[in-house]
């Protein structure tokens, strides 16, 4: 691993890491601001003022970013961001140093489950964060997957945390209903709910009993998730069409706060469903969920570096060939139905192998990170939107919040580098 310090224009010193063979190790800046410095710079003065004013969300029903004078925390710039900057006692006082490093490194997921504790996933965790995780696969009767990691931080106040899931599913044969909590092959069934019914029902629940203060900031609906899910489909129309499949999506974002150590923490979870109906079949499940939360004064600033640790997961390709593999060998009935389904499974693979970009405008709609491909083997990345990446054949990468750097020719930069296609 190679180090290099490069000033930037504004006289800052900024150190860029590069990640590359077999152990991959990521060293980040993230902000901690505070109310009133809009623009970062480290001090609130008249220049985060005239930058939020301009912006021209103040006391409109609109969603408001930090940048655009959100220091609060609830989505719109109005006089109790004001009063919250102002309250800091900041105004036009001497920068203060108010960085701090992010050593990351990708660790394992291990499936303990089947296939031999092979390692099925890996995610970037920060170092001193504790990971934990769980992988499940349920081939019989649904085809049920569960897979979920959580890091956070020793004192549990920074965390990000995903689930995919299709183990929380409804089997529902018309007209016999299937009643609440009943068992069939070692699942529990649920009745079929909608986004916000299971957030009332399921989630909130959870949510309250791991944490006794919990209290809900906003819920709603979130029809641009929707939009994409439904879009990402589009690959699998014809053969959905053809076996009579239809699918629909719900989206669903809850907002909250409770106390850690006497500070309060920001939690915002996103929960997606997935409703599949063939015939009278109904199969319906939590399709993903994505949980960050951080300190309620920092959480916009850690928001994006924290999304990235959410969104980092990569699969071997090993492991879900051998688990897909399976579930084609058990499922396999008819030469018919098995031609049926290896042309869906086909679509499938290449659904999955594109899904990083089909979701590309998701992730630019959720503030904070960006989707880059590699040039050179044509693998996506998540990476904070405020930073350029460049990319060696070897695989490495360098991050840089400098639009001007180059690291070709430069010390310690061995081969040709190349910015995202």
Known sequence: MNSVRVPNRAKRTNTYRVFGGGFEQLEGRQLLAFAGDANLDGVFDSGDLVQVFQAGKYHIDA?????????????????????????????????????????????????????????AARVLVPQGWSLSSNIDYNPIPSLARYADFQTESADRMYGAATATSDALYAWINSPLPVPEGELYYGNVLWRVRDGLQHTNEIILPHLRAEHADYQVTSVRRVPEFITAMTRADDVLREYMDFAGITRQYDAIEIRGTYTVGGRSITDVTYATYQYTTLGNTVNWGLYGLERTWAPTDQFNAMLPTLRMIARSTQLDAGWYISVENFRAQIHGITINAQSQWNSYSTAQQALSESRDAVFEDFVQYIRGTSVEQNPFNGQFETVPSDQTAWFAADGSIVLTEDPSFDPNGLAGFNGVWRRAN
């Open 63 to 119: 969603d408001a970013t930090w940048a655009q004078g959100d220091w609060d925390n609830n989505q719109r710039f109005d006089s109790g961001d004001l009063v919250a900057a102002f309250q800091t006692g900041r105004y036009g006082k001497p920068a203060e140093p108010q960085s701090q490093p992010w050593v990351m490194s990708r660790q394992a997921i291990y499936d303990t489950n089947s296939f031999a504790n092979r390692i």
